[in-house]
């Protein structure tokens, strides 16, 4: 949810400057039926003025009633409003959940170290796995600052010995280096939480 409506994803799609919420489109409709303290009686009393005058809607949150005065054309403005919205929002939800970021999900952070645990995968396992990790390299890692790659095994593996500055020639390197890697090779009970060590060790690292 966080990464649909991130600040700067609303800003971009105009959707903040639209004042879509619930609170900002009754406040463009219509007013809110007040209510006032009157001494003599000791309680807060809401006017009538407009009882039977205008359509009134109750919000569930907080019990506030407003009083709708908008125009049809008014309310059909915000309903093609609200269903751009939905439809940027879909969009989003889409892009979200293909290709690399269906399996990585987004990756948010400017220098990462990417740790390769690949057990006892069968050859064509193993494959597949490099296949989606060459593409979170292609689609993700290009657009951020740095990366590493390191590979868990007893003879820990590292693409490079420390964060490296993303370009196109260094993402094709670790392609590269990634498809040169043996499929089978010596494994610990240790070697994952060793690499994991290994990639924590860069203070540059944020993920």
């Known amino acids: 949810q966080s990464l649909v409506s991130s600040p700067k994803w609303l800003q971009r799609y105009g959707l903040k400057r639209n004042k879509l919420s619930l609170s900002q489109i009754l406040s463009q409709i ?18 009538r003025y407009a009882d039977g005058l205008f359509p009134q809607y109750k919000r569930a949150q907080d019990g506030s009633v407003y009083n709708l005065t908008a125009k049809k054309e008014l309310i059909l403005h915000f309903v093609d409003c609200l269903m751009g919205a939905i439809e940027l929002y879909k969009q989003r939800m889409e892009w979200l959940t293909s290709e690399s970021r269906q399996i990585f999900g987004v990756i948010q952070e400017q220098c990462i170290v990417i740790v390769l645990d690949f057990g006892t995968a069968a050859p064509a396992e193993f494959d597949l796995c490099r296949d989606a990790l060459s593409m979170v390299l292609v689609e993700q890692v290009i657009q951020i600052s740095r990366f590493n790659l390191i590979r868990a095994a007893q003879d820990l593996a590292k693409w490079q010995q420390q964060c490296t500055p993303v370009s196109e020639h260094t993402v094709e390197s670790a392609v590269t280096w990634l498809w040169k890697l043996d499929h089978m090779t010596a494994v610990s ?19």
């Open 30 to 47: 219509g007013f809110q039926h007040r209510k006032d303290y009157v001494t003599t009686l000791g309680k807060p009393v809401a006017s």
């Open 189 to 207: 009970h240790s070697s994952s939480a060793e690499a994991l060590l290994e990639a924590m060790g860069d203070e540059a690292v944020s993920s």
